[in-house]
């Protein structure tokens, strides 16, 4: 994971920031709604911080796939994918943000186990 | 970066995520790969597999539950041809294998071969729900990641290990199979 750069923001606004997932070749993680409800889907999170609150997360289009293991195709996330975050600022300070990426990872033949990737968001409310 | 004034969106790169690490493909078993640390465990009866060596080595002894919570020993197949399927539910590769685990228990049974499962699902509640609406008619067991590190295996499934009626392994799968390769192992131990 690299190191976030220090993000200036406006007071009391609407910030959007995009985190990339780098997955690497020969694996895939489900997409944020997988079509196979036993499948894990991947999700971001942001530890509460006081002056800033996560709005909400997009993801982008999955893509679908046909492995050798579905009937088939999944919704699944390949290479790398920024997953955008809206983010409201409350009053000017500096926060440093805990967030994490829930995921499951698997080539068309094996599976990892579930998995948590953590990043750090620093944001200075001006 | 310049400050903007606006309350517009702003677009930001600020970090990547990297799901690294991740260096395992697909090995068929012939070409299966060392695993990078070696393992321990709490109370194994027998000397431990080391990390990547263990086709010959006795399988380390193991209790744990079913999916009603009973439990259950490899001890108690002594002297039977066992494979140890670690699989889970969320595991698409594994969903492959277990209807041919039911072909080759029903095939082999007579035989004493014994097939157990052994679930690496986090929760016992989402084994239960798989196996009520698919049944198997093999052992199932609910290991929650504490075993698979003392066979000396990477953490991938579906993983295989066949073992012999003298308790050792003689062979390990890593990653999804052909029916035709799993049916020559379990010949093997027979």
């Not at chain 1, 500096?94 to 829930?102: A, C, M, N, W």
């Not at chain 2, 399927?85 to 698409?92: K, L, M």
């Given at each position: 994971m690299h190191a976030p750069a220090k993000i200036s923001a406006p007071a009391h606004a609407s910030v959007e920031a995009t985190v990339t997932v780098a997955i690497e070749a020969g694996y895939h993680i489900q997409s944020n709604h997988p079509k196979l409800d036993y499948l894990i889907p991947s999700q971001v999170s942001l530890t509460p911080a006081d002056g800033i609150e996560l709005k909400q997360t997009d993801w982008p289009k999955p893509e679908e796939h046909k492995f050798s293991f579905s009937a088939d195709p999944l919704t699944v996330f390949e290479g790398d994918v920024p997953v955008?975050?809206?983010?409201?600022?409350?009053?000017?300070?500096?926060?440093?943000?805990?967030?994490?990426?829930?995921?499951?990872?698997?080539?068309?033949?094996?599976?990892r186990p579930p998995a948590t990737a953590p990043f750090t968001l620093t944001i200075v409310v001006r | 970066m310049s400050e903007t004034k606006s309350k517009s969106a702003n677009w930001l790169i600020?970090?990547?995520?990297?799901?690294?690490?991740?260096?395992?493909?697909?090995?068929?078993?012939k070409n299966a790969p060392q695993p990078v640390a070696a393992v321990a465990a709490a109370g194994a009866?027998?000397?431990?597999?080391?990390?990547?060596?263990?086709?010959?080595r006795t399988a380390p002894m193991w209790t744990l539950p079913d999916a009603d919570g009973k439990p259950v020993s490899l001890a108690q197949f002594?002297?039977?041809?066992?494979?140890?399927?670690?699989?889970?539910?969320?595991?698409?590769?594994?969903?492959?294998?277990?209807?041919?685990?039911?072909?080759?228990?029903?095939?082999?049974?007579?035989q004493g071969l014994v097939v157990i499962g052994v679930s690496e699902d986090t929760s016992l509640a989402d084994v239960k729900k798989y196996l009520a609406t698919n049944a198997l008619n093999y052992q199932v067991v609910w290991d929650n990641s504490k075993l698979m590190p003392t066979y000396g295996t990477p953490f991938g499934l579906p993983t295989t290990l066949f073992i012999n009626r003298q308790g050792k392994v003689t062979e390990r799968a890593l990653g999804l199979e052909g029916k035709p390769d799993l049916d020559k192992a379990i010949r093997a131990i027979l």
């Open positions: 955008r975050l809206r983010l409201a600022t409350g009053a000017p300070g500096t926060h440093t943000i805990q967030g994490s990426l829930h995921y499951q990872a698997c080539t068309d033949q094996l599976c | 600020i970090g990547v995520v990297l799901i690294g690490g991740l260096i395992y493909l697909a090995y068929s078993r009866e027998a000397p431990l597999l080391e990390a990547g060596n263990v086709t010959g002594a002297g039977h041809p066992v494979v140890l399927d670690f699989w889970a539910t969320w595991c698409g590769p594994c969903a492959v294998e277990l209807p041919w685990w039911k072909e080759l228990q029903d095939k082999y049974r007579a």
